[in-house]
């Protein structure tokens, strides 16, 4: 998975819990990305980070942060978990070579009860 | 914006070839990828092709772009069971800042022994 480290990999959570997705990269590329993926919804992107600081919302970015401090990482932060937020979460990196790749992490099962 | 549009079930036959279809609406140069998800794992990419070429072969792979018709295709050959997955494809159009994947919501090839 080219460098992508996603953690935890599986998490339960009760509604209104908050918590952290974690997602390092270690080849020093700047853009990063946080995508939900849904049966029959395919992949759909929460946030993106073009460089170390910055961030942007992306198609569904509502009960989500994110933060940047660094180029290594990129985390995502869910205050007041939702049922609806139940999904599989790919962390994924924009190589800007390889013909402009870009590259998922194993991805993390969520699951709001 | 952008959309990725995909047949949901593909099944063929062990030593048979697979074509998996996809259109596109991006009508700017565009990156065009394929990806594929096996139950549980991450998206691992396997090819991608950019909107001024017409085919790209890579092993078992093949795949074809229509730009007239915007239709990509994804040829696998001497389908194995191993090849049994989700197939995703992918857009990412060109230039400074365009650095989002827009996904199809998947076909599921099954490969029958």
């Known amino acids: 998975n080219a460098g992508v480290t996603q953690t935890p990999k599986f998490q339960v959570l009760k509604t209104g819990q908050s918590m952290t997705l974690q997602c390092a990269q270690d080849?020093?590329?700047?853009?990063m990305y946080w995508y939900r993926q849904d049966p029959g919804m395919g992949l759909r992107l929460i946030y993106y980070s073009a460089s170390e600081g910055t961030t942007d919302k992306g198609e569904v970015p509502n009960g989500y942060n994110v933060s940047r401090l660094n180029k290594r990482e990129f985390s995502l932060r869910l205050e007041s978990a939702a049922p609806s937020q139940t999904s599989v979460y790919f962390c994924?990196?924009?190589?800007?070579?390889?013909?402009?790749?870009?590259?998922f992490g194993e991805g993390s099962w969520l699951t709001v009860v | 914006g952008e959309d990725v549009e995909q047949s949901l079930f593909l099944s063929v036959r062990e030593g048979d070839s697979s074509v998996i279809n996809c259109t596109y609406t991006d009508s700017s140069s565009t990156y065009l990828y394929w990806y594929k998800q096996e139950p549980g794992a991450g998206l691992q990419l396997l090819t991608y092709?950019?909107?001024?070429?017409d085919m790209k072969q890579d092993q078992r792979l093949t795949v074809l772009l229509n730009k007239k018709d915007k239709h990509l295709s994804l040829r696998i050959a001497d389908t194995q069971t191993g090849d049994s997955a989700i197939y995703f494809c992918a857009e990412r159009p060109s230039g400074a800042g365009s650095y989002q994947l827009t996904f199809g919501k998947g076909t599921k090839l099954s490969v029958i022994p």
């Open positions: 080849m020093n590329h700047n853009s």
């Open positions: 994924a990196i924009y190589t800007g070579s390889d013909g402009n790749t870009i590259y």
């Open positions: 092709i950019f909107s001024n070429m």
